[in-house]
């Protein structure tokens, strides 16, 4: 697939998320402060901070992009995962604020049972976030986008966040006000749900945790796959995304002359880099073996 086409369907989808949730936020606060609900408030400051996540997620994956220079020999593929480290700090912010506030009105009796309109606007929301998350999981499947796919299940999950609020507005208005409150509170407590895992999964990406088993398998399974290749160990891989750098040991047999033997690595080299996109680098070691009956020939 092309760079080109990658990265045109990465902005236009961007772009579509972002102005789903520019539209949610400024109706979810305006609704909210007029017909006195916390919990459509806080959705609202909910979805600026999913604005604000596409937003800087995106300046990452454009900064990740740089090709690589004298200073940064490895590109500047982990940019990406820096960028969520962000991202963090700043959702920790919004689920405090917004937790303290609901709790304040818990605990001093502040409440009061929020209009029906904010059950209307919360079903708006409900329905906006089916339809934008769809076609955010659909493209991102189609361009092979992790953070794209993550996002749009993100979206996906903000549908029971605005099923809570009209769970809430229900029970406010048949004698429990208290429950607007309590709302605002989970809202509050899953929007610090997705700080931490944003923290963890950028962390590992940081730390180089590969993302599956399955890769070092797969690794072995292209190389073992050269003509002459005997058996392929001690493979590493420097996980970073966009830019992988795989580095493995082959094994050939010891009599093998030096341009043969330089033969097969190069094509080793060149299928990893085929078959497994994000690979971008690949240092390939021959280390001679002896073949069992090779005396005899
Ligand atoms: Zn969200």
Known sequence: MADNFREKSGKKVTLVAVLANCFLTVFNIAVGMIAGSSALVSEGAHTLSDIITTVIAYIGFKYSQKPADDDHPLGYARAEAISGLFIVLFLVVISWEIIEKASKQVLFNQFSAPHMSVAAMAVVGIFINIIV????????????SPAIIADGYHQKSDVFTSIAIVIGVF????????????IAIVIGLLIF?????????????????LPSKELIENIRNIANSVPNVQD??????????YSTIIILEIELDERMILEESHKV????HERIIREIPEVKHVSVK???VKISGAENI
Not at 171 to 182: L, R, T
Not at 232 to 241: A, E, F, P, R, S
């Open 133 to 144: 998350s769809r076609y955010m999981i659909k493209v991102g499947k189609e361009i092979k």
């Open 171 to 182: 029970f406010s208005n048949i004698g429990h006000p208290v429950f607007d409150s309590i």
């Open 193 to 209: 749900k997705t700080a931490v895992e944003i923290f963890i999964s950028n962390v590992n990406y940081i730390i180089g945790k």
């Open 232 to 241: 392929t160990k001690n493979i590493l891989v420097d996980y970073m995304g």
């Open 265 to 268: 690595c190069s094509e080793v």
């Open 286 to 288: 021959a280390s001679p």
